[in-house]
């Protein structure tokens, strides 16, 4: 890509965004937010997550007996 075609590009996605109201933004924000992964997952992986309901499920069955 040119150094041209990434100005006209950066250049568009600016005035795109400036276009929008200012309610519209937060409300992607939040909805950008909303889709992130949980932490544990997103730093550690899966495995550790999948441990950790376990417990979880495991406790609360320890705890009606």
């Known amino acids: 890509m040119k150094t041209n075609d990434y100005v006209k590009f950066v ?3 600016v005035v795109t965004y400036a276009d929008q109201p200012k309610s519209e933004r937060i409300k992607r924000r939040q909805e950008k ?10 730093w550690f992986g899966l495995l550790p997550f999948a441990f950790l309901l376990f417990y979880k499920k495991n406790r609360q069955r320890l705890a009606r007996r």
């Open 33 to 42: 937010k909303e889709a992130k992964p949980p932490l544990l997952h997103h």
């Open 11 to 13: 250049t568009q996605q």
